[in-house]
């Protein structure tokens, strides 16, 4: 597969198995629109090809490919997503967005919310992957924020990170838990009654619920649990769940993520009045991973006693002492095609974190004037719950911190973001009149 860069549109080659084939290219506007097609002897123009970028036509292992357009060109992005893998979920995601959408109606205001980590698999079948720190825990309570505003909600999220009203769950376990465990004496010995929950324990703390007597270990209707429901807001949950203004699509790795990112943004970029919809990218995207193309199939093999070591994988390179180099490429940036190709007129918040707080304004505008974005909500990695700061174009920039009495500030972004969205509609419909 070859690309070329013409200053003003996009020419893209189509693969090409056979070198002997002759070519068929495809030019495309700026959207992506095909303009017009046309055709090459493939041998005469491979070996142009070939003089111009050495290798770039073999695609032999461990090659890199030329970055004609740059990583943030539409050939990268294009390239991403013609190597990644099949998805089996990909179409059933896509199907229940339609239905959501159609569900939705015309006037609901609708947030596109992405949340998580993605991995990066070095493994075709993985059993290892490269990962990030997010929790979920700014995506799953913005959805909330969300909700509560009256914005309907597809949350694409990492599966098995934190959701929208159970995020709290886990901060209550362990609140619980602790909770058991300060009442182990100095020695670390459990109180006489034990930490049993099969009956008649913790008496101090459980008050047994005799209609759940047959149930043990679910029958705490206790001082604890009046705690955990004071945490977790599942009135929130089932109002959600009966208005049906809540669409959850989970990914695990980089390749799911982006090709649901790029077909749900170009879903609801079809929606009457598409200004409605918000796009907020608070998932922490692998900046690095494998292509698939490299990955190895099975297993990276360790070596064992008797063993010659790590196979001799195309793009693993194996080191004298058994352990093995892997090399990450650079993934394509997408948030400049979610804006200009794929919702170009949705309201796009883009986020930024740094974990030096003296260059995160100067990235925050950065990513925004190259981008495009609407607004970049800037964070440092350790100070992300008290503070943020909203930067928008003309070198804008609002603080948003964290009063002590409040619990998410969230609260306070989404009620910002919330009113500069309806500024932005009230406008577009202003331009159209
Ligand atoms: O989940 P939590 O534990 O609550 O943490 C929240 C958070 C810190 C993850 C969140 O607030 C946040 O900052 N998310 C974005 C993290 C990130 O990827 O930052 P970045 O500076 O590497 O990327 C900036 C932007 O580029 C992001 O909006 C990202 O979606 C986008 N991106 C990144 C890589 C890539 N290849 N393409 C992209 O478009």
């Avoid at 090659?63 to 997503?81: C, I, K, N, W």
């Amino acid at each position: 597969v070859g690309t070329h860069r013409d200053p003003s549109s996009t020419l893209v080659a189509q693969r090409a198995t056979d070198r002997r084939a002759d070519l068929h290219f495809e030019l495309r506007d700026h959207l992506g629109q095909p303009v017009s097609q046309f055709g090459f002897d493939g041998e005469a123009w491979i070996k142009s090809w070939e003089r111009f970028a050495p290798g770039a036509t073999t695609g032999g292992a461990g090659q890199r490919r030329p970055r004609m357009g740059g990583l943030d060109s539409a050939e990268e992005a294009d390239a991403f997503f013609a190597s990644s893998p099949e998805d089996p979920a990909f179409a059933p995601s896509v199907e229940r967005l339609r239905a959501f959408l159609q569900r939705v109606g015309p006037d609901t205001p609708i947030a596109l919310v992405t949340s998580g980590g993605t991995t990066a698999p070095l493994e075709r079948t993985a059993v290892r992957f490269v990962d990030n720190f997010s929790s979920g825990s700014r995506g799953a309570a913005s959805a909330e924020y969300l909700l509560r505003a009256g914005y309907a909600v597809v949350f694409l999220h990492r599966e098995g990170s934190l959701r929208p009203f159970d995020r709290k769950i886990p901060d209550a376990a362990r609140w619980f838990h602790d909770s058991l465990v300060a009442s182990y004496d100095a020695n670390g010995i459990p109180p006489p009654n034990g930490l049993d929950w099969h009956g008649n324990s913790i008496l101090d703390m459980l008050q047994t619920s005799t209609a759940n007597l047959d149930r043990p270990g679910v029958c705490a209707e206790s001082l604890a649990g009046e705690a955990l429901r004071t945490k977790i807001d599942l009135g929130g949950h089932f109002d959600m769940i009966n208005r049906g203004t809540l669409l959850a699509t989970p990914f695990t790795t980089l390749f799911q993520y982006l090709n649901l990112l790029r077909a749900l943004c170009v879903e609801m970029s079809a929606v009457a009045t598409p200004e409605r919809v918000m796009v907020y990218l608070a998932a922490a995207v692998s900046d690095f991973y494998v292509p698939w193309e490299r990955l190895p199939t099975h297993k990276i093999q360790s070596r064992e006693a008797g063993e010659s070591g790590p196979n001799n994988l195309p793009g693993i390179d194996a080191t004298e002492d058994g352990g093995v180099v892997i090399r990450l490429s650079q993934t394509p940036k997408m948030l400049g095609h979610v804006r200009s190709r794929w919702c170009p007129n949705a309201y796009v918040v883009g986020f930024k974190l740094e974990t030096d707080p003296d260059i995160l304004l100067e990235k925050a505008n950065r990513s925004l004037v190259k981008y495009r974005m609407h607004l970049v909500v800037a964070n440092e990695m350790h100070r992300r719950k008290d503070r943020v700061a909203l930067v928008e174009p003309e070198g804008r920039s609002t603080w948003v911190n964290r009063p002590e009495d409040m619990a998410d500030i969230e609260e306070l972004m989404i009620g910002e973001l919330a009113r500069r969205h309806v500024k932005f509609v009230e406008e577009s419909s202003d331009g159209k009149s």
